[in-house]
């Protein structure tokens, strides 16, 4: 038996949720209709946890500076601990990764011709483990371990959809060929709509969320060609993160999934919340 | 040839490309500096000296110390960056947000609390006059 792709989990990751949570507020008014919608998850998650999850998101400014600006970087640690942003870190577990599987992707993601960056040290930021108190709750350990994937989506140029799409279908093989049973889940994070910079700072845009949301679940490898610009135009400059969702939807089955769960929300501080799971159909 | 840069042209956005990430560098690498807490407390002790250590230009110094941060931008300033400024001085992210747009913190977060900024609606550059 080897290992395969089960679910992929697509989620914003606002650093706000984080400190809402870490600071005990997930009960105001202002949170409550948030956390809500992903008690479902909490829920699913608890009947379907993997045995390792594959964590696609970006570093904003925190592990990576403007020395090194790798455009996609796997973490092959034993552990990565959660990053001091300028605030103190978290108060989150360390996370453990798994060396093992995350090597044999690079190996074979490489050979299919994506210049991986492998990364043997690193601390991840809010990107990181927001999404992982979404899902996971507020926990002494989490449940599995976990495979850091960063992508470049800071400084432009960032890689496009398409390019996204076909790297998942990479993931996707490369994990189908590790000899071990193992039950992966691969999440796609960043999102939705949101700009954070210059007079058109808090820019949403409800509907093109909705649609894309649509079309990841329909008709993916189309979406993949939405080019950059209409990302900026119509999601913001910093809703160009949702390429990152791409890499997740494409190391899915050809085979059109399950919705388990879809949420949506505005506002979380400055962003438009965008929330799918989708299953593998067996 | 020059190269395609379709993003020029969209209102109140500035795109952190690999010219503006040159002309930036050593801004934002002068905002990262600040993740460490003794830096902060440098800085705050005297914004000047600790900015002069950095062989930023004059118009970037001048920038940060007037926390204008659509002048950063333009100077090759990229917002995950210069957030940091705003975390040593207090700020919320919505306040730095907000002063960006021309409105204050209450009407920044009003707006949002109605459902953002529609796509298309008007953009202000606050240093623009009314």
């Given at each position: 038996?080897?290992a395969?792709?089960?679910?992929?989990?697509?989620?914003?990751h606002?650093?706000?949720?984080?400190?809402?949570?870490?600071?005990?507020?997930?009960?105001?008014?202002?949170?409550?209709?948030?956390?809500?919608?992903?008690?479902?998850?909490?829920?699913?998650?608890?009947?379907?946890?993997p045995d390792v999850i594959f964590l696609v998101y970006n570093d904003h400014a925190t592990a990576f500076s403007?020395d090194m600006i790798p455009t996609f970087a796997i973490g092959c640690a034993a552990e990565y601990k959660p990053a001091d942003e300028?605030?103190?870190p978290r108060p989150v577990p360390t996370v453990k990764g798994h060396a093992e599987l995350a090597s044999h992707i690079a190996q074979s993601v490489i050979?299919?011709?994506f210049d991986l960056t492998i990364v043997n040290r690193m601390d991840v930021d809010h990107g990181f483990t927001v999404p992982l108190s979404?899902?996971c709750?507020?926990v002494a350990e989490w449940p599995c371990p976990v495979i850091p994937f960063a992508v470049n989506?800071?400084?432009?140029?960032?890689?496009?959809?398409?390019?996204?799409?076909?790297l998942?279908?990479?993931i996707?093989?490369a994990v189908?060929?590790y000899?071990e049973?193992l039950?992966v889940q691969i999440w796609?994070t960043?999102?939705?709509?949101?700009?954070?910079?210059?007079?058109?700072?808090?820019?949403?845009?409800?509907?093109?969320?909705?649609?894309?949301?649509?079309?990841?679940?329909?008709?993916?490898?189309?979406?993949?060609?939405?080019?950059?610009?209409?990302?900026?135009?119509?999601?913001?400059?910093?809703?160009?993160?949702?390429?990152m969702?791409?890499i997740a939807?494409?190391?899915?089955?050809?085979?059109?999934?399950?919705?388990?769960?879809?949420?949506?929300?505005?506002?979380?501080?400055?962003?438009?919340?965008?929330?799918?799971?989708?299953?593998?159909?067996? | 040839?020059?190269?395609?840069?379709?993003?020029?042209?969209?209102?109140?956005?500035?795109?952190?490309?690999?010219?503006?990430?040159?002309?930036?560098?050593?801004?934002?690498?002068?905002?990262?500096?600040?993740m460490?807490?003794?830096?902060?407390?440098?800085?705050?002790?005297?914004?000047?000296?600790?900015?002069?250590?950095?062989?930023?230009?004059?118009?970037?110094?001048?920038?940060?110390?007037?926390?204008?941060?659509?002048?950063?931008?333009?100077?090759?300033?990229?917002?995950?960056?210069?957030?940091?400024?705003?975390?040593?001085?207090?700020?919320?992210?919505?306040?730095?947000?907000?002063?960006?747009?021309?409105?204050?913190?209450?009407?920044?977060?009003?707006?949002?609390?109605?459902?953002?900024?529609?796509?298309?609606?008007?953009?202000?550059?606050?240093?623009?006059?009314?």
């Open positions: 038996m080897m395969r792709i089960t679910a992929s989990v697509y989620t914003s606002v650093p706000a949720i984080g400190a809402a949570l870490d600071l005990g507020k997930s009960g105001d008014d202002y949170w409550k209709p948030l956390f809500a919608g992903y008690e479902p998850s909490k829920a699913w998650f608890k009947e379907n946890t403007l300028g605030w103190g050979q299919d011709d979404l899902i709750g507020q989506v800071v400084q432009y140029p960032v890689p496009s959809g398409r390019r996204c799409f076909n998942g279908r990479a996707r093989k189908s060929l000899d049973p039950k796609g960043g999102g939705m709509s949101h700009q954070l910079q210059g007079p058109r700072a808090g820019l949403i845009n409800r509907e093109w969320d909705n649609r894309f949301l649509d079309r990841l679940i329909a008709e993916p490898e189309k979406l993949a060609d939405t080019p950059h610009l209409e990302y900026v135009q119509q999601a913001g400059s910093e809703g160009i993160e949702l390429v969702w791409l939807r494409g190391a899915m089955s050809d085979l059109p999934p399950r919705v388990a769960h879809r949420f949506y929300h505005v506002p979380a501080s400055n962003t438009a919340v965008g929330h799918l799971i989708l299953e593998n159909s067996q | 040839m020059a190269l395609d840069k379709p993003y020029k042209g969209i209102p109140g956005t500035t795109i952190f490309d690999a010219d503006l990430a040159r002309k930036g560098y050593h801004l934002n690498q002068f905002c990262m500096s600040l460490k807490a003794e830096n902060r407390e440098r800085f705050k002790a005297n914004e000047r000296a600790y900015l002069d250590e950095w062989p930023m230009s004059e118009e970037q110094k001048q920038a940060v110390l007037a926390r204008d941060l659509n002048r950063c931008i333009e100077l090759g300033g990229n917002i995950y960056f210069l957030a940091k400024i705003g975390a040593t001085d207090g700020k919320s992210f919505q306040f730095m947000a907000a002063s960006m747009t021309g409105m204050t913190q209450e009407e920044y977060a009003k707006m949002m609390l109605q459902g953002g900024r529609a796509p298309g609606s008007p953009v202000r550059d606050p240093r623009e006059k009314q």
